[in-house]
């Protein structure tokens, strides 16, 4: 199936990201460009290492660029001093390029703290935003949710939960296509006066909004049910809350190989499809001024295929624009 949406995007990928490199970032940019029709890639790392892995894929044809780089970012590195040390790396690369407007969005499934800083430091935050959010698809019992935010900011203000619940209400309204997402604040109960100050003060800024479709508290146990659609927290908590949702996703895939054929075993099985994350690939960091795409370190090659379909899709919505007008008209 093709999408013609996104004809005349050129989506970023950083080859060289994630555990296991271009063996399987390759194939799934691949995978991806098969099927979105006038959209191309460019791969940014190890010429060598990626041209291996393109002629196994009877990848003749197909609009694909490489960008050799010299340098990688490590997942243990200060990722500040990583932006600033390693120029020749994928990610700085892309940035610029991202920057300068030769790519329109950029996919990495390296280290996400040198993703949220090459952001920053790069293509610059979208005015009224005091700090970006990453913002993560996932699936529930009614459909799926986004949540936000989902590791970017460990300590955050009840002014930066309303702006991610402003940023969230329009992300979902053009990626989601929902007219009117419920937005829920995650808390350990539904009554206003229930949390720390953070989540009581956000819960009043929240309620007081009146461009944000606010549906009150929402608890963590309701989450997967499909109380809502929108659902902010600071980044600590949204990062337990999410690594918890894939474990749980593991912990689906070994019960159901346990389970064996029976109807059970299924079930199963089919709630574990459900529950896959690469189903959605990578996360966007909603406030700056581009389109990075924040994949998973473990991805496989289909997770990285629908990071690059999203990117793709993103880029062509135009979401960096969409915000920046949203918020404009609030400031």
């Not at 930066?160 to 990626?175: E, I, K, N, Q, V």
């Not at 100050?197 to 989450?223: Q, T």
């Not at 918890?244 to 389970?259: D, P, T």
């Amino acid at each position: 199936m093709t999408d013609n949406s996104a004809t005349g995007i050129t989506v970023a990928i950083d080859a060289m990201g994630g555990d296991f490199g271009p063996s399987v970032v390759v194939p799934g940019v691949v995978e991806a460009i098969r099927d979105l029709d006038g959209v191309r890639a460019t791969l940014y790392g190890d010429t060598a290492a990626i041209s291996v892995v393109i002629d196994d894929l009877d990848a003749d044809g197909l609009p694909l660029d490489i960008v050799e780089c010299s340098e990688d970012i490590e997942m243990g590195e200060a990722p500040a001093a990583a932006i600033r040390n390693r120029p020749d790396s994928p990610i700085v690369r892309a940035m610029r390029d991202h920057k300068d407007g030769t790519v329109d969005a950029v996919v990495s499934a390296g280290s996400t703290g040198a993703m949220v800083a090459g952001s920053l430091m790069l293509l610059g935050r979208l005015p009224s935003v005091d700090r970006p959010a990453i913002a993560t698809v996932i699936p529930s019992f009614t459909g799926r949710f986004l949540l936000l935010d989902a590791g970017a900011n460990v300590q955050c203000t009840p002014d930066h939960l309303l702006c991610f619940a402003r940023m969230g209400t329009h992300y979902s309204r053009a990626l989601l296509e929902l007219d009117e997402p419920k937005v829920g604040l995650l808390n350990i109960g539904e009554e206003a006066s229930k949390g720390t100050e953070l989540c009581i003060e956000s819960h009043r800024l929240l309620s007081a909004a009146a461009d944000v479709p606010f549906r009150g508290n929402v608890e963590s146990r309701n989450l997967l049910l499909g109380e809502a659609d929108v659902v902010v927290t600071d980044g600590f908590t949204g990062n337990m809350v999410l690594k918890l949702i894939e474990g749980f996703g593991s912990f689906l895939q070994k019960a159901a190989a346990g389970a064996g054929t029976g109807s059970s075993g299924g079930g199963l099985r089919d709630l574990l499809v459900r529950m896959d994350y690469a189903a959605y690939g990578g996360a966007m960091l909603l406030g700056v001024r581009g389109t990075p795409i924040i994949a998973h370190g473990a991805s496989s090659s289909r997770a990285i295929a629908n990071a690059t379909r999203t990117a793709a899709k993103l880029a062509a919505l135009r979401m960096p624009a969409r915000l920046e007008d949203a918020l404009a008209s609030l400031a």
